[in-house]
């Protein structure tokens, strides 16, 4: 294991959660870039609210945007367990940087190799694996739990679609090319009409629009898009007509092990800075961390996040066996990001008043943790799936 993952406050996992010597080197392999490539850059991406484009470069040449992908159009081969791994390492140093390394994977990537067609792998992921970021839009301004409320209309003209409406919330929205993006095509049938797209950044009457100013991964874009009569071959309809509604829950499954990923990894960076203040840290004659006050909650931080850790690991190891995991995908993220925003906030605490300055990183561990709780499902709709799935 990495030095980042034998720390004395967040410990290496179990025999419950032991990786394979590959998984271990890959692990290795993604915290060694993200201190040398990801933490040089983190406080000017923070400060210009955008990613390094080099750092983007540097992601797709470790082979970091194209995990899952079938080596035959680019890809490493892996497994959810490999991006689980690779987000939770960057997000420790940086969560805006792993987001877009996230989504790539369990958000795009994804649903095109379960769903498309040879012809949609062979143009797409070799471009995605290679030096095309991607996005997912389902979210539109009138649509976020409800997120099969859809707006957008898709209308079948000769041999195109064209779509047209707003999205929002789009994660990658400034830097993608390609957008897995989902609309109506047949608003009579309710969500059963809803049909993923497969849309290019270039294609006419599509436009991105307002990037958000936010309270924390502030290096992540988060845009909207404009669809005005947006025209897109017939052949880009991702999987069959009115299907839409299955992929995106199917893929939403994974990208909540993606998400949990991010919160295990940002608290986990928080509690190894706020360990070692308390060690350096002296009042009253002694180091902080000597006193039982402190140390008790430095232990109860860490056994949640241990917790939050085999939530996530199991999740992504049972979508790796082939197993559904609507539950458990949403207990993951649930759980890890009710942790993390516990274990980030206790952090501040222990620096005391300079954790409430941007001279110290827990203030910005805190501000990424937030959004845990909100996108992909909040956690009310998280509770909302976990409960149909008990109780069915």
Partial sequence: MSDVETAPDDRAPGPLTRLSADETLFQEAVAAFAEAEVRPRVAEMERASKLDPALIRAAFELGL????????????????????????????VDASSAIIVDVQNTLVNYPIARYGNDAQKERYLRRLTTDTVGAYALSEPGSGSDAFGLATRAERRGDRWVLTGRKMWITNGAEAEVFVLFANADPAAGHRGITAFLVERGFPGFSVGRKEDKLGIRASSTTELILDGCEVPAENVLGPLGQGYRIAIDTLNGGRVGIGAQMIGIAGGALQAATAYVRERRQFGKPLAEFQGIQFQLAQAATELEAARLLVYNAARLRDAGQDIQKEGAMAKLFSSQVCERVTSLCVELFGGYGYTKDFPVEKFYRDAKIGTIYEGTSNMQLHTIAKQILR
Avoid: H
């Fill in 65 to 92: 945007m194209g995990i899952e992908v079938d080596d035959a159009f680019g890809g490493a081969g892996g497994s959810l367990t490999m991006v689980t791994l690779a987000v939770e390492a960057i997000s420790r």
